[in-house]
């Protein structure tokens, strides 16, 4: 398999939340062009197909032409973290995200419905 030509990218550099190492089995990430989750195999992103071609639900389920290619397959990611720094960083995040104030919702007064040009007419 050859990489899809895209410049490397750094585990590091990636939210901890979109990457998965595990002592006991394959490193996996989200895929950064379809974001399902793909196990990383020689340092890319194994190859899968990306979604549907637009209008191709318009084909028998039988004759529908399989998906093309995902482009994010074959990305190149360097695993630069071990499992113990990826989960420090995962805690951290989980930290910031407990500790981050709820939006306050604000309800916006609604304008008045228009008449209908029947009801306008009339007047
Ligand atoms: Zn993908």
Avoid at 13 to 29: M, Y
Avoid at 38 to 53: E, L
Avoid at 76 to 81: E, G, P, T, V
């Amino acid at each position: 398999m050859r990489h899809n030509g895209q410049p490397v990218i750094l585990a590091s550099s990636l939210p901890p939340n979109l990457i998965s190492l595990s002592e006991r089995s394959c490193t996996l990430v989200a895929c950064p062009e379809c974001g399902r989750w793909k196990s990383i195999k020689r340092g890319m992103v194994t190859p899968h197909r990306g979604p549907h071609v637009p209008g191709a639900d318009a084909w028998p389920a039988e004759f529908r032409p399989s998906p093309p290619r995902c482009p994010g397959s074959g990305q190149r990611i360097r695993i630069d973290l071990t499992f113990e720094e990826w989960r420090a960083r995962l805690a951290a995040g989980c930290r910031q995200a407990g500790q981050r104030r709820r939006t306050r919702v604000m309800p916006r007064p609604k304008p008045p419905a228009m008449r209908a040009i029947v009801q306008m007419a009339a007047h």
